[in-house]
């Protein structure tokens, strides 16, 4: 018994910083490619190619030479197909990587403006609802909007809601395409959203507006909001995702929530140690 916790004490002692600097990185590492792909796609596969990962060496140990073949190849094709097959799934994660602040910090509405930001996008919505008006509308958060901006008409204006709605009224010049939004501004109508989603999933009755607003979510952490000429439905898309049937109230606790989540997250380490230290001295 002595030699067995010998031979451990002696195991651990033999462990370099270096060793555990390695696990702790690479666990890390794993950890956030993980968060990056779950609730997606890609989540599943992934999931097969880490257990084919625990499954080979115990193929090698028994000697299971055509076990081992197979998952040998398919590890090599599984990753790149992998790659192929989910290239906007992979695309939306390294840009969510770009993302990731470390000592920047976002400019930031203050409780006064948040509020009085969403009212003026959730009464232009409701009124756009009421009256069968299609509109697409971007909220930009992180990353940037500007490739499709730069597709429409720059307005650069406070926000108001009588001006959001008006921009969509029937056979004006700019109410096609989407109206992006960039803090307390109209950034930009008539925009065009460059690809529409390939997410088999969705829908057939919904057309290219929802297609549009979806894949603009899956390409950005924008907040796209759309507005049914047809049904007059109001709906979000949100990380690839379409959330259908929203009313005023559900829109802003939806848009309040995901834009304090968004700051939460974005905010850089030293503001993060700040406000730790602030917590601490209160507590
Ligand atoms: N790629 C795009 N970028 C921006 N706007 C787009 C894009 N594609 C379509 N739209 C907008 O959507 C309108 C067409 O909507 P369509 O009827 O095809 O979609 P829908 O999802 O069925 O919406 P609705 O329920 O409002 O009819 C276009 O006139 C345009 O304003």
Same mark, same amino acid.
């Given at each position: 018994?002595?030699?067995?916790?010998?031979?451990?004490?002696?195991?651990?002692?033999?462990?370099?910083?270096?060793?555990?600097?390695?696990?702790?990185?690479?666990?890390?590492?794993?950890?956030?490619?993980?968060?990056?792909?779950?609730?997606?796609?890609?989540?599943?596969?992934?999931?097969?190619?880490?257990?084919?990962?625990?499954?080979?060496?115990?193929?090698?140990?028994?000697?299971?030479?055509?076990?081992?073949?197979?998952?040998?190849?398919?590890?090599?094709?599984?990753?790149?197909?992998?790659?192929?097959?989910?290239?906007?799934?992979?695309? +939306?994660?390294?840009?969510?990587? @770009?993302?990731?602040?470390?000592? %920047?910090?976002?400019?930031?509405?203050?409780?006064?403006?948040?509020?009085?930001?969403?009212?003026?996008?959730? %009464?232009?919505? %409701?009124?756009?609802?009421?009256?069968?008006?299609?509109?697409?509308?971007?909220?930009?958060?992180?990353?940037?909007?500007?490739?499709?901006?730069?597709?429409?008409?720059?307005?650069?204006?406070?926000?108001?809601?009588?001006?959001?709605?008006?921009?969509?009224?029937?056979?004006?010049?700019?109410?096609?395409?989407?109206?992006?939004?960039?803090?307390?501004?109209?950034?930009?109508?008539?925009?065009?959203?460059?690809?529409?989603?390939?997410?088999?999933?969705? @829908?057939?009755?919904? @057309?290219? +507006?929802?297609?549009?607003?979806?894949?603009?979510?899956?390409?950005?952490?924008?907040?796209?909001?759309?507005?049914?000429?047809?049904?007059?439905?109001?709906?979000?898309?949100?990380?690839?995702?379409?959330?259908?049937?929203?009313?005023?109230?559900?829109?802003?606790?939806?848009?309040?929530?995901?834009?304090?989540?968004?700051? +939460?997250?974005?905010?850089?380490?030293?503001?993060?140690?700040?406000?730790?230290?602030?917590?601490?001295?209160?507590?």
């Amino acid at each position: 018994m002595d030699g067995l916790y010998e031979a451990f004490l002696n195991a651990l002692r033999s462990i370099s910083v270096s060793q555990i600097l390695d696990v702790v990185v690479v666990s890390f590492l794993f950890f956030k490619i993980y968060n990056l792909i779950k609730e997606t796609r890609a989540e599943q596969l992934l999931k097969g190619i880490i257990l084919i990962f625990f499954i080979i060496p115990i193929s090698e140990f028994f000697n299971l030479t055509m076990l081992h073949w197979i998952l040998n190849n398919t590890i090599t094709i599984g990753l790149l197909s992998f790659v192929i097959i989910f290239q906007p799934e992979v695309r +939306r994660a390294l840009e969510k990587i @770009g993302r990731t602040s470390i000592f %920047d910090k976002n400019v930031q509405l203050d409780k006064e403006e948040k509020n009085k930001l969403i009212s003026n996008i959730t %009464d232009a919505v %409701d009124n756009l609802s009421l009256s069968r008006t299609g509109a697409l509308i971007m909220v930009e958060q992180k990353t940037g909007l500007g490739e499709i901006i730069n597709t429409g008409t720059r307005l650069d204006a406070l926000i108001s809601s009588s001006l959001l709605e008006n921009i969509f009224v029937v056979n004006t010049p700019l109410h096609d395409g989407a109206c992006i939004i960039r803090d307390k501004r109209i950034i930009a109508a008539g925009c065009f959203v460059p690809s529409l989603t390939t997410n088999g999933s969705i @829908g057939q009755h919904l @057309g290219t +507006r929802h297609r549009a607003a979806i894949s603009a979510s899956e390409n950005s952490d924008a907040i796209v909001i759309v507005v049914s000429e047809e049904t007059g439905i109001i709906s979000l898309a949100i990380n690839g995702k379409l959330l259908r049937n929203y009313n005023k109230e559900k829109l802003r606790n939806v848009l309040l929530a995901f834009m304090e989540k968004n700051e +939460r997250d974005n905010i850089g380490v030293g503001e993060k140690v700040k406000q730790w230290i602030k917590k601490r001295k209160n507590s």
